[in-house]
């Protein structure tokens, strides 16, 4: 999960629709989604995420709360929020990896 990319396609159940915890947002702050699997779960555990690095849990997303600020301020120390060298891949990385597409015709 250390592909930003990955940890945006495990957002595709993503259960809020808060302003701030966009699977957009979550995913560039480090956290892929892995729900509670018990059957009982219910909603309580359903936005739980996982950060790839210091593999931080957080649940329970309020409109107030800010990936990137939450994971600030409950894991100062992880190496990912001190802009330390981890495996991440950013998006832009993985866009910049992928072939240049044709857009003029070819004469010959
Ligand atoms: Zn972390």
Redesign the pocket.
């Known amino acids: 999960m250390n592909i930003e990319l990955n940890r945006l396609k495990s957002f595709t159940f993503w259960p809020r629709t808060n302003k701030q915890a966009t699977p957009s947002n979550l995913a560039k702050a ?1 956290f892929y989604h892995q729900p509670k699997v018990e059957a009982n779960a219910q909603l309580a555990g359903q936005d739980r995420c996982v ?6 849990v957080v649940s329970d997303w309020t409109n107030k709360d800010h990936p990137w600020r939450e ?1 600030c301020n409950l ?1 100062p120390t ?4 001190q802009g330390k060298t981890t495996n991440n891949v950013s998006l832009a990385i993985s866009f910049a990896a992928l072939p240049a597409e044709r857009t003029d015709t070819v004469r010959e």
């Open positions: 480090g950060c790839f690095s210091c593999k931080l994971h894991k992880c190496a990912f929020v």
